[in-house]
């Protein structure tokens, strides 16, 4: 662990050596954790700065660059897919933008490096017609609340969302899609050229981000299916954002959408794990929360869990998420006790759909 943490040091620039020789068998264990946190490739960035005494064995470090090169692979993939499926709702007629994925890489020194997943879409439709058109294409897809599979590519995994996220309690609800609704025009016209150079889509700009992503990684720490990589895409969103003015507002959505002890931890997180300073920061660190986040993040892996959950039905899937919100009560009481309520809410509009 202790390595690990030094590697991500040195992969930002926080240090430039090692703190001590490690073994190999410490190289393997860092290597490991790096893979469940899928921070792979910035992991993999520290261990080639450091000077070649302290680096790791070879045959380590072999199957560490032929890991990365793999994502890097994947990632070139989506980036082109992620074109194709902007310019295919636009032929239909819809606007539509890119989450978290293609977009936030290019915010990485080397977004080659970011740890790749599937393809998020915000459609800018009703979520009849967007299901409508994945069933055409996808008779089998599935539809929750927020979004619906569309299994078009065997090798890329695509979500089409009627909105970005959601949270539990109501009026934080309705907040937060109040939020979405405000700047839908301005992220669905917001263009980034992906890593490749030439693929060009729309995602939102890091002042959505830094809202939209804690909903996102407050949903994983409910799900219990955080990676360290969902931080260190907030980490890179923080830096992204260069004023005071920004900063503030995104502070003044963050606390009407009642996730301000969120991004207190948060805070924490950014200065322990990854040396962020104080400029960058939303809101004061809170070292409560903060560790409870870490905790959190250090625990397990998050996939072996992801594989657990898939195995599980229905019945047995809400009643881990509701004794999950037990365990979350000290420190999000409000959003806890209605993740129950709500996820039955959602249950039943699922099956009344149907």
């Known amino acids: ?22 073994s190999a068998s410490e190289w ?5 954790i790096s893979n469940h946190q899928a921070v792979e490739g910035i992991t993999l960035m520290g261990a080639e700065r450091l000077p070649i005494d302290q680096q790791p064995p070879k045959d380590l470090m072999m199957q560490w660059t032929f890991n990365c090169g793999f994502y890097a692979s994947k990632s070139a993939r989506l ?25 936030l890489a290019t915010l990485y020194p080397m977004p080659s490096r970011r740890h790749s997943g599937d393809i998020d879409v915000w459609i800018d439709a009703p979520a009849e017609d967007i299901i409508r058109y994945a069933h055409k294409y996808c008779p089998d897809s599935h539809a929750v609340y927020h979004h619906v599979d569309f299994p078009i590519w065997d090798d890329i995994s695509i979500e089409l969302h009627f909105f970005p996220s959601f949270l539990y309690a109501p009026d934080n609800d309705k907040h937060l899609q109040e939020f979405f609704a405000r700047h839908k025009d301005r992220v669905m016209n917001h263009q980034v050229t992906l890593a490749n150079g030439t693929s060009v889509v729309t995602c939102p700009d890091s ?3 830094a809202v939209y992503l804690l ?9 219990e299916l ?5 931080y260190m895409d907030y980490y890179y969103v923080l830096l992204d954002i260069k004023d005071d ?20 931890g948060m805070m924490f997180i950014m200065r322990e794990f990854f040396g962020m300073d104080r400029e960058y920061m939303i809101f004061e660190p809170d070292e409560i929360i903060g560790n409870f986040l870490k905790k959190e993040i250090m625990r397990g892996d998050a996939m072996l869990e992801l594989e657990h959950r898939n195995s599980q039905g229905s019945f047995s899937h809400f009643i881990d998420r509701t004794r999950r919100s037990f365990s979350t009560m000290r420190y999000f009481p409000k959003e806890s006790i209605w993740s129950p309520l709500t996820r039955a809410r959602h249950w039943l509009k699922r099956t009344v759909a149907r």
């Open 1 to 22: 662990m202790e390595l690990f943490f030094e590697l991500l040091q040195v992969a930002l620039g926080q240090r430039d050596v090692l703190s001590r020789v490690f």
């Open 28 to 32: 393997q264990e860092a290597f490991d």
């Open 79 to 103: 980036d082109k897919a992620a074109h194709k499926v902007v310019e295919n709702f636009k032929r239909v007629g819809w606007n539509s933008c890119i989450l978290k994925g293609q977009g």
């Open 207 to 209: 002042e959505f981000n």
């Open 215 to 223: 909903c996102h990684i407050f949903n994983h720490l409910m799900e």
């Open 226 to 230: 955080i990676v360290m990589r969902q």
């Open 245 to 264: 003015a920004t900063r503030k507002r995104v502070a003044q959505e963050v606390e009407r959408i009642g996730l301000a002890d969120l991004a207190r």
